[in-house]
C-alpha cells in the first residue's frame, strides 16, 4: 500500500518534469504550434541521446549527432514523379533530380543542403528536393559537397563552385539548358549558394546564372546581437548552435570562450568595430524599423586579441559570409525567404536590401515559421504549411524568371 501511495506522488512529478524539459514555449501567432512544439520534443529527446552516448563513449558528439540524424531521416525517395540519379562532377559527388514531365533540354537548379556545413546529405533532405523538381518541373542537382569541421572553407565552397561549373560547361549533355540555371539552398545552403552566385558574377567566361533562391540563408558572423538572435533562439537553431558552426566551417576549434566570444560580439577587433564592414553592411538602417536594435549591444571590452585578430580576414570574406561583399551589382536576380522566428531573419533582410541598393532585382517574402520548415525526409508525406507556400512562390518566381 505504501509502495502504491509513493507511485500516486512520484509518476506525476516525474510526468510533470518530462512535460517541462519536452514543452517549448513558442509565440502564440506562430502557424501549426502543436506540430513544431511535437518537432521540437523530438530534437531535445535526440539530444538527450546524443549527450548520453557521448558520454558513453560511443564516439563524438558530431559524428553521432549525423549516426542519429541520417537513421531518422533516410528512407526511399516517395516521389512517383521524380527520378533520382548519382552522378559525379569532377570529383564531387552529386544527386540529379528529374521530373518525368520535364523538357529534353530543360532548366535547371543546383541545390546546396543545409545543415551548418557539418550535418546533413542529399539523402536526408531527398523529399524536400524532390519536392522542388516536381512542383516546379525543373531538373534539381543536389551537391553533397563535403563536411565541417574535417573539410573547413573553402573545400564545400570549392565542391559547390565546382558541380556549378561543371553544369554551366556540359550541362547540354545531360539534357539541361545552361542558360536557364540558377543556384538554391536553405540556411549554410543558402550562404552557399549566395558564395557561387557572388563567385560566378566576376567570371565573364561562362553563361550567367538566371537565379537565386535563398530559404533562411546564413550570411554573417559579424553581429550576433541583432534582434532576432536575441529573440529567436528555437530547438531548430540555437544561438550557441549557430556559433558552434561558425568556428567548425571557418576551421577553428570550438572552445567555450571562443564560443562566448562570437556570442557576446567580442569577436571582433576594434580596428572592425569602425569598419565599413560594421558601419554599413550589418548596419540597423538596412532593418525595418520595427526589427532595429533600440539599444546600443552590451558588449564588453574583453577581447581576445589573438583570437580576434585570426577571425578578421575571415569575418570579411565574402565567400564565406556574402553580407560582407562590397559589391553585389552583378547579383543574378534573388528570391530571399525568411522565417520571422529564426535567429537569421534580421541578415537576410539586410541581404535583400543591399541586393536591392546595387540595383538587383529581389523578392524578399518573410514567413511566419521558425527555421528550418523546409524539411521533408524521403519517406515522410507530412509537410509545413510554410514549406507549401514556399513551394507556391518559388514556383511562381521560377517561371517569371524564364519568361
Known amino acids: 500500500m505504501k509502495c502504491l501511495q509513493l507511485c500516486t506522488i512520484i509518476l506525476p512529478v516525474i510526468t510533470a518534469l518530462i512535460v517541462y524539459f519536452l514543452y517549448t514555449p513558442l509565440p502564440p501567432d506562430l502557424e501549426q504550434r502543436w506540430a513544431i512544439q511535437q518537432q521540437f520534443a523530438m ?41 533520382m540519379t548519382d552522378a559525379m562532377f569532377g570529383t564531387v559527388p552529386v544527386t540529379i533530380f528529374r521530373p518525368r514531365t520535364a523538357s529534353d533540354l530543360s532548366p535547371a537548379l543546383l541545390f546546396f543542403h543545409g545543415g551548418g556545413w557539418v550535418f546533413a546529405s542529399t539523402a536526408v533532405l531527398a523529399g524536400g528536393i524532390a519536392d522542388i523538381a516536381d512542383w516546379l518541373n525543373v531538373v534539381v542537382v543536389s551537391v553533397d559537397y563535403r563536411l565541417a569541421p574535417e573539410n573547413p572553407f573553402p573545400a564545400p565552397f570549392d565542391d559547390c563552385v565546382t558541380a556549378t561549373v561543371h553544369l554551366l560547361h556540359n550541362g547540354h549533355s545531360l539534357g539541361i539548358d545552361v542558360n536557364n540555371i540558377g543556384v538554391a539552398g536553405d540556411s549554410s545552403g543558402g550562404n552557399l549558394a549566395a558564395a557561387v552566385a557572388l563567385r560566378l558574377s566576376e ?31 528555437y530547438e531548430s537553431l540555437y544561438r550557441e548552435t549557430i556559433g558552434k558552426a561558425y568556428l567548425w566551417y571557418i576551421g577553428r576549434d570550438v572552445l567555450k570562450t571562443s564560443e562566448q566570444a562570437i556570442l557576446s560580439n567580442n569577436h571582433l577587433t576594434p580596428a572592425l568595430k569602425k569598419s565599413v564592414y560594421y558601419n554599413s553592411f550589418v548596419h540597423q538602417n538596412l532593418l525595418p524599423i520595427k526589427y532595429r536594435r533600440k539599444d546600443s549591444p552590451d558588449e564588453t571590452d574583453k577581447i ?12 570579411i570574406n565574402p565567400y564565406i559570409f556574402p553580407l560582407m561583399a562590397k559589391d553585389l551589382s552583378k547579383m543574378p536576380p534573388s528570391l530571399v525567404i525568411t522565417s520571422e522566428y529564426d535567429i537569421l531573419r534580421d541578415e537576410g533582410f539586410m541581404f535583400a536590401e543591399r541586393l536591392r541598393q546595387y540595383g538587383v532585382k529581389v523578392q524578399h517574402n518573410n514567413l511566419n515559421a521558425v527555421h528550418g520548415f523546409f524539411f521533408r525526409p524521403p519517406e515522410e508525406t507530412f ?13 511562381i518566381y521560377f517561371r517569371q524568371q524564364l519568361k
Not at 558513453?56 to 531521416?73: C, D, E, K, P, Q
Not at 533562391?213 to 546564413?218: E, H
Not at 581576445?304 to 569575418?315: G, P, R, W, Y
Open 43 to 83: 530534437m531535445k529527446i535526440g539530444s538527450a541521446i546524443i549527450c548520453m552516448a557521448e558520454r558513453l563513449g560511443y564516439g563524438s558528439h558530431i559524428n553521432i549527432s549525423r549516426a542519429v540524424f541520417n537513421t531518422v531521416a533516410s528512407g526511399t525517395l516517395n516521389q512517383d514523379n521524380v527520378t
Open 203 to 233: 567570371d565573364t567566361t561562362l553563361p550567367k546564372l538566371k537565379y537565386q533562391i535563398l530559404l533562411y540563408p546564413v550570411l554573417q558572423a559579424f553581429d550576433t546581437k541583432l534582434t532576432s538572435y536575441m529573440e529567436n533562439s
Open 304 to 315: 581576445n586579441m589573438t583570437f580576434a585578430k585570426s577571425l578578421e580576414a575571415l569575418l
Open 383 to 395: 509537410r509545413y504549411n510554410t514549406m507549401l507556400d514556399t513551394l507556391n512562390i518559388m514556383t
